[in-house]
Nanobody
Framework: QVQLVESGGGLVQPGGSLRLSCVAS?????????MAWYRQAPGKERELVAR???????DYADSVKGRFAISRDRAMSTVYLKMDRLTPEDTAVYYC??????????WGQGTQVTVSS
């Protein structure tokens, strides 16, 4: 009923940039109230990176403020994460999450981001 597919990950040098995309395939009867990006580094817990609501409000983890920007399309079916000035500490699997007003959450399978020289 809902499928989230992330893309855009890869290997980038420190200081570089990447843009992640998450495309949602769903019934028109399902509406998202918010979409977000999480990440999980090896040996660490999954953490929230950035979140955007249907109204356009955004939240960021302190570690990415000023470097990352989340955006979405008007239909709230695609969410993007522009990542600038990447550091090795940003290396992780990045996951997309979408939430409905009823409290249901859906996850993508993740895309690997590796920051290394």
């Amino acid at each position: 009923q809902v499928q989230l597919v992330e893309s855009g990950g890869g290997l980038v040098q420190p200081g570089g940039s990447l843009r992640l995309s998450c495309v949602a395939s769903k019934s028109n009867r399902i509406a998202f109230s918010a979409m977000a990006w999480y990440r999980q580094a090896p040996g660490k817990e999954r953490e929230l990176v950035a979140r955007i609501t249907v109204g356009g409000s955004t939240d960021y983890a302190d570690s990415v403020k000023g470097r990352f920007a989340i955006s979405r399309d008007r239909a709230m079916s695609t969410v993007y994460l522009k990542m600038d000035r990447l550091t090795p500490e940003d290396t992780a699997v990045y996951y997309c999450r979408a939430g409905t007003p009823g409290g249901y959450n859906f996850w993508g399978q993740g895309t690997q981001v590796t920051v290394s020289s």
